[in-house]
T-cell receptor
Framework: GAVVSQHPSRVICKSGTSVKIECRSL??????MFWYRQFPKKSLMLMAT?????????EQGVEKDKFLINHASLTLSTLTVTSAHPEDSSFYIC????????FGPGTRLTVT | LAKTTQPISMDSYEGQEVNITCSHN???????ITWYQQFPSQGPRFIIQ???TKVTNEVASLFIPADRKSSTLSLPRVSLSDTAVYYC????????????????FGQGTILTVHP
């Protein structure tokens, strides 16, 4: 099946700094990618839809100025967590594809 | 997007067949039913998708009654490695749909397979 990768797999950063997470579709082009966040023992929550060449669409309650999304090519979307705080610590997962979504392996963010 | 309801957890033993039922009373005409599996600290993995009646692939079967208000994921002869969270989702999977690719995850079912 199609492969979606994420980098890094885990990152630790200090409060107030910014962190960039990359999501790549390795063997197909994706005009749309999705970003999810998952807290421990909870389900995935959709954060935003990343659109190639245009602005991302954010779900209600997600701060667009805090979670910057860039989708500059058909195989890469990035999520930047700006001015990170401990409450931003979570598991971030991206997906791409069509009716069958392919998920990346996730990125564990820990903000200290 | 239609809301789904699943059992919070299930227990089984190796070699048994496991059936996980999902309720989706408000499913729309264009909605398909899709099941994903997630292991700890990994992204979800597609298992199976269907619209009506029965769908079978190499890992599972999906049973959907005529009214489509529920569905049952059947895992034959589970093993310890099938211990995971299973999510049932409903949504429009047709290209061009407003929610195409956009998934709303419910709580999922934690399946624990015992030796």
């Amino acid at each position: 099946g199609a492969v979606v990768s994420q980098h890094p797999s885990r990152v630790i950063c200090k409060s107030g700094t910014s962190v960039k997470i990359e999501c790549r579709s390795l063997d197909f082009q994706a005009t749309t990618m999705f970003w999810y966040r998952q807290f421990p023992k909870k389900s995935l929550m959709l954060m935003a839809t990343s659109n190639e060449g245009s602005k991302a669409t954010y779900e209600q309650g997600v701060e667009k100025d805090k979670f910057l999304i860039n989708h500059a090519s058909l195989t890469l979307s990035t999520l930047t967590v700006t001015s990170a705080h401990p409450e931003d610590s979570s598991f971030y997962i991206c997906s791409a594809g069509g009716g069958e979504q392919y998920f990346g392996p996730g990125t564990r963010l820990t903000v200290t | 997007l239609a809301k789904t309801t699943q059992p919070i957890s299930m227990d089984s033993y190796e070699g048994q067949e496991v059936n996980i039922t999902c309720s989706h009373n408000n499913i729309a005409t264009n909605d398909y039913i899709t099941w994903y599996q997630q292991f700890p600290s990994q992204g979800p993995r597609f298992i199976i998708q269907g619209y009506k009646t029965k769908v079978t692939n190499e890992v599972a079967s999906l049973f959907i009654p005529a009214d489509r208000k529920s569905s049952t994921l059947s895992l034959p002869r589970v093993s310890l490695s099938d211990t995971a969270v299973y999510y049932c989702l409903v949504g429009d999977v047709e290209a061009g749909g407003t929610s195409y690719g956009k998934l709303t995850f419910g709580q999922g079912t934690i399946l624990t397979v015992h030796p």
